[in-house]
Each structure stands twice: as structure tokens, then as C-alpha cells.
């Protein structure tokens, strides 16, 4: 079933940097429990295969106008990523990639899966692959259990398509197609320049969004920029948006702008970010604290503090309807 509702935050937050998997595929994990871990790699035949995983545990605590008085959940949320990939006679890499996730907060079991053709030119991938232009070109993510909300389009593409991805140089082009013929595209540059390293990604995207009343579907078209610099332990990164939704009589202009900052001491990394946007001259506005220890390989303890808070109701159709204060302390292991 296409994914056309702008996805919400999990009711569990967790927070890392993104996977990746052989040569230049993109990691199906599109959620925010993501292993740093170096996966395990063994042959099978002419196959060399990889996997990645996660099990974290954590505590939430919903924070309302009464504070401590809120709902405490603990609960447990694994994933596992496994990638298969050979090489042919005239040198090009066939591959496949499957991830799954099993949420006990929400009692159920997501996957995805792709393939892909990798050769000098770039890969070409096929499957559920809706977030590969977004994890490409995205801000990086919060430290720990931090999540800030809203940081992306409010339209999202279905959840079968196909694209490319070719790295030139220091630019890396991705492009995804859905099943619905909408559409995303998107490029990075990255590079040292002198003692920092500079990131600038952009992207635009044709897609749908489904109210929060699930009432109404509306066309998003949507453009955004990233900018990022990373000097020593810190980094320090900048987005902004553009998305225009249109449809059942309503012609809507949304801004945003994002940023925030990251720095590792010892064993201890932090983060912090913030959010704020207007659409059609409502304000949205988000936070994300997060914090990280790293106990032994693979072992952390994680914390996060996310608030959200939107509500948008126009011709009696509710748009986007947020408003959440979260604290998260979590046990994770990556493997």
C-alpha cells in the first residue's frame, strides 16, 4: 500500500547514522534505530553477504501539562539488515537487500526489500525504496534518542518504485521513481576544504500527502537544501524547505528551516536541534536534545528529549494535527 501519510515519529525514539551496505546500495532503513557497528561479512558461493542489527530497549515517558504524571512505556524494537551481492563475468554487481524491524510498542513487523545492478556508471535499484533520495540528502541525524519532527516534506512517495545512484568525483546523484509516477531527485557535494569538511545537498520532490484526518489526499510538489561543516568533534548543519499542497479546493504554502549541532567527547556525544516553519501562516515548531554514551563495542546507553507541535485545520479538513512532549532513555546494542 503506498505510503502517501507523511510518517509521524515512532513512539519509540532512537537516533543514529545511517547504514550503508555493499558498494554504493543504499540501506532500506528508513527509520531512526540504525546500527554504527561494522556488519558481519562471510561467502556464501561466489556471494559475499552482510549483516547489520539492532536491539534496543527503551523507557518513554509522555510529557504533558502534568509533569512525571504522563504514561511510562517500556518496551523492546529490533531490526535486522541483510545484503547479498557477486560480481559477474563482465564486472557488474548484482545484489539484493532485505531489512526488517519488529516494534513491540506497536506490535508489529515491518520490512523492505530491494535489488540493485551496480557498474562504473552507478547502480540501478528497484523495490521499496522511497527514502534513498531522502537518507542521501537529509541533515544529520540527533545523537542518542533525539528526533526532531518535521524536518522533511509533508508529502512522501509510494512504497515500491525504482532509481540510480552514480557518484562523480565529489557529487552524488540519486533519483526515485514510484509506482504512482511521482518522483524524487536529488544531489550532494562533499569535500574537505581545508581543515573542514563541507556537505551541500538539494532535492525536490513530487509525491502526495494524506491529511492527519486521512480524509483527504493532496499533490505536494517540494524543494529543500542542506548545509553542513564538520571541524574536529563538532558538526553544525543548516536545512530549509519549500512545499506547495494543492487539491480538494485548498492551495497551501509551507516554509521551514532546521538546524543543529553535534560533538563527541570521549565516550559521550551530544546533540541539539530545532525546527520551525509556517503553513498557509501556521506555525509548526519542534526541539530535539539528545545525548549518547558509549559503553563497549556496539554497547551504548542513549537518551532524547523531543517536543512537536503543530495544528492545522482549513475548510474543515485537518491537515496536520501534533502536539507532543517525549522523554526517552533507552539500552541499545548494534551489530
Given at each position: 500500500m503506498a505510503n502517501l501519510k507523511r510518517s509521524t515519529i515512532g513512539t519509540i525514539c532512537f537516533a543514529a547514522l545511517p547504514i550503508s551496505v555493499p558498494a554504493a546500495a543504499q540501506s532500506l532503513n528508513y527509520d531512526t534505530l540504525a546500527s554504527l557497528e561494522e556488519p558481519l561479512a562471510f561467502e556464501i558461493g561466489d556471494?559475499?553477504?552482510?549483516?547489520?542489527?539492532?536491539?534496543?530497549?527503551?523507557?518513554?515517558?509522555?510529557?504533558?501539562?502534568?509533569?512525571?504524571?504522563?504514561?511510562?512505556?517500556?518496551?523492546?524494537?529490533?531490526?535486522?539488515?541483510?545484503?547479498?551481492?557477486?560480481?559477474?563475468?563482465?564486472?557488474?554487481?548484482?545484489?539484493?537487500?532485505?531489512?526488517?524491524?519488529?516494534?513491540?510498542?506497536?506490535?508489529?513487523?515491518?520490512?523492505?526489500?530491494?535489488?540493485?545492478?551496480?557498474?562504473?556508471?552507478?547502480?540501478?535499484?528497484?523495490g521499496n525504496v522511497s527514502g534513498l533520495v531522502r537518507e542521501s540528502?537529509?541533515?544529520?541525524?540527533?545523537?542518542?534518542?533525539?528526533?526532531?519532527?518535521?524536518?522533511?516534506?509533508?508529502?512522501?512517495?509510494?512504497?515500491?518504485?525504482?532509481?540510480?545512484?552514480?557518484?562523480?568525483?565529489?557529487?552524488?546523484?540519486?533519483?526515485?521513481?514510484?509506482?504512482?509516477?511521482?518522483?524524487?531527485?536529488?544531489?550532494?557535494?562533499?569535500?574537505?576544504?581545508?581543515?573542514?569538511?563541507?556537505?551541500?545537498?538539494?532535492?525536490?520532490?513530487?509525491?502526495?500527502?494524506?491529511?492527519?484526518?486521512?480524509?483527504?489526499?493532496?499533490?505536494?510538489?517540494?524543494?529543500?537544501?542542506?548545509?553542513?561543516?564538520?571541524?574536529?568533534?563538532?558538526?553544525?548543519?543548516?536545512?530549509?524547505?519549500?512545499?506547495?499542497?494543492n487539491g480538494s479546493g485548498l492551495n497551501l504554502d509551507r516554509w521551514f528551516v532546521s538546524g543543529g549541532g553535534q560533538h563527541k567527547v570521549g565516550s559521550i556525544s551530544f546533540s541539539a536541534a530545532g525546527h520551525y516553519g509556517e503553513l498557509d501562516g501556521s506555525a509548526e515548531y519542534s526541539t530535539a536534545f539528545g545525548v549518547g554514551y558509549d559503553i563497549a563495542r556496539g554497547l551504548s546507553t542513549n537518551l532524547g528529549f523531543n517536543t512537536r507541535k503543530a495544528n492545522v485545520e482549513r475548510n474543515n479538513i485537518q491537515i496536520v494535527d501534533e502536539d507532543e512532549k517525549k522523554a526517552t532513555a533507552s539500552i541499545r546494542y548494534s551489530f
Open positions: 556471494a559475499t553477504v552482510q549483516v547489520k542489527g539492532v536491539a534496543d530497549v527503551p523507557v518513554m515517558l509522555n510529557v504533558d501539562n502534568r509533569v512525571f504524571e504522563g504514561d511510562v512505556n517500556v518496551t523492546f524494537t529490533g531490526n535486522v539488515e541483510v545484503s547479498a551481492e557477486m560480481q559477474l563475468g563482465n564486472r557488474w554487481n548484482i545484489g539484493a537487500i532485505y531489512f526488517g524491524q519488529y516494534s513491540e510498542d506497536a506490535n508489529e513487523y515491518s520490512d523492505n526489500v530491494a535489488g540493485f545492478i551496480r557498474t562504473s556508471w552507478g547502480t540501478v535499484i528497484g540528502t537529509r541533515r544529520r541525524r540527533g545523537v542518542g534518542n533525539a528526533n526532531l519532527a518535521f524536518d522533511d516534506f509533508y508529502g512522501g512517495l509510494a512504497r515500491w518504485g525504482g532509481g540510480y545512484s552514480g557518484r562523480f568525483g565529489p557529487v552524488t546523484m540519486t533519483s526515485i521513481v514510484d509506482e504512482n509516477g511521482d518522483f524524487e531527485v536529488g544531489g550532494e557535494f562533499q569535500r574537505p576544504i581545508g581543515v573542514r569538511d563541507m556537505r551541500f545537498a538539494t532535492r525536490m520532490r513530487k509525491s502526495r500527502y494524506l491529511t492527519a484526518d486521512e480524509t483527504t489526499q493532496l499533490s505536494s510538489e517540494a524543494v529543500g537544501a542542506v548545509g553542513e561543516i564538520v571541524y574536529g568533534s563538532s558538526l553544525f548543519d543548516l536545512g530549509v524547505g519549500y512545499e506547495n499542497l
